[in-house]
């Protein structure tokens, strides 16, 4: 949950819902960032700002240009891309930060630049 309300209202609110019910225990973590699936949630000063999470031991695996698949397919590929961080950016630098997370993990897995260069145009 996401909460603008001092930190003391909320966990006195969540202690209290904790003694309701002997078997049933609320855990909870205090902090202005949580990964939710594929989103990072900030608070930064009271304004929430969503990204996209990833994990930072993952590789920027995206599938291989020379993989034997239908070029529509690596064109798909990059639109999805693009259309997920459009989605869960809610700050314009933050999406083209995200777009170049792209562009070098295409770039990695053999993409050609201008194959890149002309779908990110799209």
């Known amino acids: 949950m996401t ?3 001092p930190v003391e209202i909320i966990k006195a609110l969540l202690d209290q819902e904790n003694e309701k019910d002997p078997n049933i225990r609320i855990s909870y973590t205090i ?3 949580v990964e939710f699936l594929d989103v ?5 000063q009271g304004q929430l700002k969503t990204s996209v999470f990833r994990n930072p031991a993952a590789e920027p ?3 291989p240009y020379t993989s034997d698949h239908p070029r529509h397919i690596h064109s798909n590929t ?3 891309a693009l259309l997920r961080d459009v989605r869960l950016c809610s700050h314009v630098e ?23 260069s002309h779908h990110l145009k799209k």
């Not at 990072?40 to 930064?44: A, K, P």
């Not at 933050?94 to 993409?111: C, D, K, P």
């Open 40 to 44: 990072l949630l900030e608070n930064l």
């Open 78 to 80: 990059i639109h999805t």
């Open 94 to 116: 933050t999406f083209y930060q995200e777009r170049l997370n792209i562009e070098i993990a295409l770039l990695i897995n053999g993409y050609p630049p201008k194959f890149i």
């Open 3 to 5: 909460s603008n309300e």
């Open 61 to 63: 695996y995206i599938l």
């Open 31 to 33: 902090h202005e960032s």
